[in-house]
Structure formats: structure tokens, C-alpha cells
């Protein structure tokens, strides 16, 4: 992607601001397209992510942040701090698969690399990658000109179905950030609070009570009943 071209002779602070950050961008989008593309050519489900997260911890590392591995018990889980003092901004990456997804690059139309094998749809290949470089700018941006902050990214796994972040959120780690920024790819680049489809994932148990059909069926309990 290229940077907006961007009005300099505004005379405000917004168009250098913007040039600015987009610098950091482009220094190192070259890096973080090729994380995408590695998580592209190793889909791995919810709760699988090792290849995966493995990478972006890799990626976490050499741009300098400070890594905490394996958050709220979920092993391809991880947090990435950089900065200090506040606010302190949150961005969210995800990495996880999908069964039965697996495609071909570059192409339009199905093309299975491995038939029934795993793979990225809407561009989940690059939820993490990108996020991170967003992180990273930010950090970057913060360190340049000196000013306080602390901006971390969360690699999030089991985003399709298996409820990651439930299990982050109900472990605290997000309890002191100020804002949690994500992203999703799409037609156009814009900020938006769209009403959208979520469900709840939620397992039923239901115990019944053994008796006797002919001698004592008024002691039994049905589980199917309750069902």
C-alpha cells in the first residue's frame, strides 16, 4: 500500500502528522506483507496457532517490544508492550484458520491447495500482521517524538468460534487499557461502528436419574426431557 498523498500546504499539524506516520509505515510494510503471506501458507485453527503465533513473536521481538508469552493460559496467546507511562493503547491481532478453506494465492477463484485442508477467508491472513505493523508505527511514532504511552498488541487466537478474547478478558489483561483498537479488510478504508451478527457459544449438560421402566418409573429422570 501507498501513502495518501497529503496537502502540505494545509499549514496545520494533521498532514505532517499523517506524512509522518505513513513514513513509518512504508519503512517497514515489506516485513509485515511477508508475515502475512507466512501465515497464509500455514493455516492452522483455533487454538493450533504455534506456527503462527510463533511468528509474530518472532516479528514482536525485533521491533523492540517487551513479550509476555502464553497470557491468560492460552499458549498462543501474547502480549507486546512498548512505550511507557499512559494512555495505553491496545491493538488486536488474530492469526486462526478455518477448515476446509484451504486456496491457492493470487487466484479468484477455488483452487484447494490441500482438498479439506485448513485456510484464510476474508483476509484473516492478514489481521495480525497488520495490526502489529500498526503497533509497531505507533510505538515508533511515540518513541520519535518523545511523548508518553504505552502501546501494546494482542495476538488473540481462536477468533473464529472459539472465543480467545472471552478467556483474555475474563483473565484481566485488558483491565488497564484505555482503547482497544481492531481492524477487519474490506472494500474501502474507513472507521466505523457497524452493526453486526455475534453469537454466544454456550455448553449444556443435562444429567438424568437410571431406574427401573416397569418396576419404579417414577424415580427415573430423563435427560432427554430436560433437553
Not at 505507533?138 to 504511552?149: E, F, I, M
Not at 488473540?156 to 483474555?168: L, V
Request: proline share 5%; aromatic share 6%.
Amino acid at each position: 500500500m501507498s501513502s495518501p498523498n497529503v496537502n502540505e500546504e494545509q499549514g496545520t499539524a494533521a498532514p505532517r502528522l499523517l506524512q509522518h506516520i505513513w513514513s513509518l509505515i512504508e519503512e517497514k510494510k515489506n516485513t509485515f506483507c511477508d508475515l502475512s503471506d507466512r501465515i497464509w501458507a500455514t493455516p492452522e485453527v483455533n487454538y493450533t496457532e504455534l506456527k503462527s503465533s510463533r511468528a509474530h513473536l518472532e516479528i514482536l521481538k525485533a521491533q523492540g517490544f517487551r513479550v509476555t508469552e502464553g497470557i491468560a493460559g492460552l499458549p498462543t496467546a501474547m502480549m507486546g508492550e512498548a512505550g511507557a507511562g499512559g494512555p495505553v493503547i491496545a491493538i488486536l491481532g488474530e492469526y486462526d484458520a478455518l477448515p476446509g478453506l484451504s486456496q491457492q494465492a493470487d487466484v479468484a477463484q477455488p483452487i484447494a491447495l490441500e482438498e479439506g485442508g485448513n485456510g484464510h477467508g476474508c483476509g484473516h491472513n492478514m489481521l495480525g500482521s497488520a495490526a502489529l505493523l500498526a503497533a509497531t508505527a505507533v510505538k515508533d511514532y511515540l518513541a520519535s517524538q518523545g511523548l508518553p504511552g504505552r502501546v501494546r498488541f494482542y495476538g488473540c487466537p481462536a477468533e473464529e468460534g472459539g472465543a480467545g478474547k472471552g478467556f483474555m478478558v475474563r483473565a484481566g489483561v485488558f483491565d488497564d487499557v484505555d482503547i482497544a483498537i481492531c481492524w477487519h479488510p474490506g472494500a474501502f478504508n474507513c472507521v466505523k461502528e457497524p452493526n453486526s451478527l455475534a453469537c454466544n457459544e454456550i455448553n449444556y449438560h443435562f444429567h438424568g436419574r437410571a431406574s427401573h421402566a416397569s418396576a419404579t418409573p417414577h424415580l427415573g429422570r430423563s435427560a432427554l426431557d430436560a433437553v
